[in-house]
């Protein structure tokens, strides 16, 4: 599946994730940048996307990103039917609570991790 995601971008300070760290046991995911750029945590690697690049991140590999820039950032998210059943579920959550949070991660055979 393959959908089209912004963020607008925010204030100079620390990172404001995009998604918490966090792996997919049997999915892999990968992003494409359109416009702006991207900061992507794969393992214990850094990697920084701008337009016309992507980043590739193999099932099992602990990943987080975020907008690293105050500008706005557009990407193609590429994903797994599971996975993005995932992201749909957090997004419809009423209060996205740890325990709630995990608990979605589990069902997608997904593991949410300490930042």
């Known amino acids: 599946m393959i959908a089209e995601w912004p963020d607008p971008g925010g204030p ?3 990172p404001r994730l995009i ?7 049997t999915d892999d995911e ?12 794969v393992g214990k690697e850094e990697v920084e996307a701008h337009a016309g690049s992507a980043v590739f991140v193999p099932r ?6 975020w907008n690293p820039r105050p500008g706005p950032v557009r ?12 992201i749909q ?3 419809g959550m009423n209060e996205r609570t740890p325990a709630a949070l ?3 991660f ?3 055979d997904s593991g949410l991790l300490e930042a």
């Not at 998604?19 to 046991?25: F, G, K, Q």
């Not at 359109?34 to 945590?41: D, F, I, K, P, S």
């Not at 099992?60 to 990103?65: A, D, L, M, V």
């Open 19 to 25: 998604a918490p760290p966090h792996l997919h046991r």
């Open 106 to 108: 589990t069902r997608y």
């Open 60 to 65: 099992g590999t602990p990943h987080s990103y």
């Open 30 to 41: 990968a992003w494409y940048v359109l416009e702006g750029a991207q900061r992507v945590q």
């Open 12 to 14: 100079p300070g620390p």
């Open 89 to 91: 579920e957090i997004h």
């Open 75 to 86: 990407y193609l998210l590429v994903v797994t039917a599971n996975i993005y059943r995932l």
């Open 102 to 104: 995990r608990a979605g």
